[in-house]
């Protein structure tokens, strides 16, 4: 059975040594425990897919979870489904499982995807013309794209433009370190890899937009990004985008998920505007099933629920 790369082993070992405690494996299906205040504690199941799904018997999870909650004054359980959220049948057996829709989601909701199984001229006419315009300013721009597997330059380059676009849109970003940790465990078998996009002007080389992108199966994820507020009429974040499809093609890959977008296209949503960026390229719309919490307790899930919502939104 083919898992999301947020199921296997190297995910776990990443994840375990950038914030969550310890792992569990119910069957096939990774449980990632995190230590919260007063003693009590989360458990959470990244991007379970739909063989999984599939073969999944609720009352053995349930029992299992129960285990684990019991041992560790767990307050709830959080699955997140990687299933296409058209399954119309999927909601009614988890509501007959006492599992309700999460407050939050760990994973975007609503993705944006483009099909690189097709020959690269035929990615180019799906895009609109204004991405295929761009790429080729770019081009005569001389925008260079460069790579790297492990920390250097190119993650310099990328936590640098990362950081500053956080600050500039007000939004939380993780430490540098945990990128490093990411490129280690995952960069060094081919999973991970870092993208920078610079451009030589007045003499000295400029960062303009970098990724970080991760391989696995046959898709390709655009997880973090970054680009500069400066020279964006060289329109290098297309550039990174498309060179970053065409390596992709060289793997095999079949799908370039640029993951988060506006739901329903809202004008008004924090994400309109990278909304924009990404569906220039082409692709569509595939939204997931999400996150569901199984609550173990429930006066306090309502106080933790409370404290996310202020932390997130202070």
Known sequence: MTLSIFQTPEWEKFKLETGYQKSHRIGDILVLQRELPLGRS?????????????????????????KISKENNTIFYRMEFDVPKELSTFHFPLSTQNFQKSFEEMQPEHNWVVDISKPEEDILAGMKQKGRYNIKVAQKNDIKVTSSDSSGGELDIFYDLYAKTG?????????????????????????????????KIEGKIVPLAAAVIIFYGEETLYLYGGSSDEYKNLMAPYLLHWDIMQEAKK??????????????????????????????????????????????KPFEYQIFKTAEKIRRHP
């Open 251 to 296: 793997r095999g890959m079949k799908k370039y998920n640029f993951l988060g977008i506006a739901p329903n296209d809202d004008q008004k949503h924090p994400w309109a505007g990278i909304t924009r960026f990404k569906q220039q390229f082409g692709g569509e719309q595939e939204d997931i099933a999400g996150s569901y919490d199984l609550i173990l």
């Open 42 to 66: 989360m458990l959470y199941s990244p991007m379970v897919n739909e063989a999984q799904v599939k073969s999944l018997k609720f009352e053995s999870l349930k029992a299992e979870i129960a």
């Open 167 to 199: 600050k500039r849109k007000s939004v939380t970003f993780r430490g540098k370190a945990y990128f490093e940790k990411l490129l280690d465990i995952l960069g060094k078998i081919g999973y991970a890899r870092v993208y920078a996009a610079t451009a």
